[in-house]
């Protein structure tokens, strides 16, 4: 069978002949351009790290932020379009507050992304609409259920992970993440290790120009998700810095 369109892909509620939905498969090309997205999962903690590629060097320092918060316990990370993840972040936080209006208490992760994953899943299922054109990666962590990683694809499908990517490097970074304990790793250890990821899959060529953008949740925390927290953020920086300089000497 022919992986091109030919028809088949004027509607998200139309099957090609063998099987496929090419809108979903389109919508999961637009996250393969997106900048490096990773969750990881350590003992105590979860960390989100983005490569985000600099595009205009007018931009304001936090323009077109790639990371949210949902809850004061709960992140979200996109890789995809931007437009697409600032309207998916606002629903998803209406999720949490509505669950939160009615229970008085922040809303499991589980159940958010069960929501948010049938809210992404519904727009693959009518002509009227498209598929998103984003992968979402959440992250929480409470004292009931420790530290938790689920990623909604761009069809709803959603899973839980111990670690996770999307985006153009997706596959670098499992290869690299495949290298790594997460789940006896320290908040330090943690950060480090989402530091070392990003910048070794960095395309220097193509991507010279890029921010590093890092949101963090956990035990030392105190259960509250940070963007950029300053000293962690430096931290990772630094870790993603001296490997990837070390990358380079071992290649002369």
């Known amino acids: 069978m022919s992986t091109i369109g030919t028809g088949y892909d004027l509607s998200a509620s139309q099957f090609s002949p063998d099987g496929r939905v090419f809108q ?5 090309k637009a996250v393969e351009k997106s900048g490096t997205v990773i969750g990881i ?3 105590d903690c979860v960390v989100l790290a983005v490569e985000e590629i600099v595009v205009d060097k007018l931009y304001e320092v936090d323009a077109a932020r790639r990371i949210f918060t949902i809850e004061k316990n709960i992140g979200m990370a996109i890789a995809g379009l931007m437009a697409d993840g600032n309207f998916v972040a606002d629903i998803a936080r209406q999720e949490a507050a509505n669950f939160r209006q009615q229970f008085e208490r922040t809303i499991p992760l589980k ?3 069960d929501r948010v994953a049938g809210y992404i899943h519904a727009y693959t299922l009518y002509s009227a609409v498209r598929p998103f054109g984003l992968s979402v990666i959440f992250a929480s962590w409470d004292e009931t259920d ?3 990683l ?3 694809e761009p069809s709803g499908t959603s899973f839980g992970y111990y670690a ?3 985006g153009k490097a997706k596959q670098q970074a499992k290869t690299e993440m495949e290298k790594y304990k997460f789940a006896d790793m320290s908040t330090d250890e943690l950060v480090q290790s989402g530091g070392k990821i990003i910048y070794q899959v960095n395309d220097e060529v193509n991507n010279k120009d890029f921010r590093f953008e890092m949101g963090i949740v956990g035990r030392e925390t105190n259960g509250v998700h940070f963007i950029n927290h300053a000293s962690w953020s430096q ?3 630094e870790a993603g810095k001296a490997a990837k300089t070390a990358d380079g000497d071992n290649e002369i």
């Open 24 to 28: 979903i498969d389109y919508a999961s």
């Open 41 to 43: 999962r350590g003992k």
């Open 111 to 113: 159940h958010l992304c």
């Open 146 to 148: 420790g530290p938790q």
């Open 150 to 152: 689920y990623k909604i």
């Open 164 to 166: 996770c990517a999307s």
């Open 235 to 237: 931290l990772a920086i």
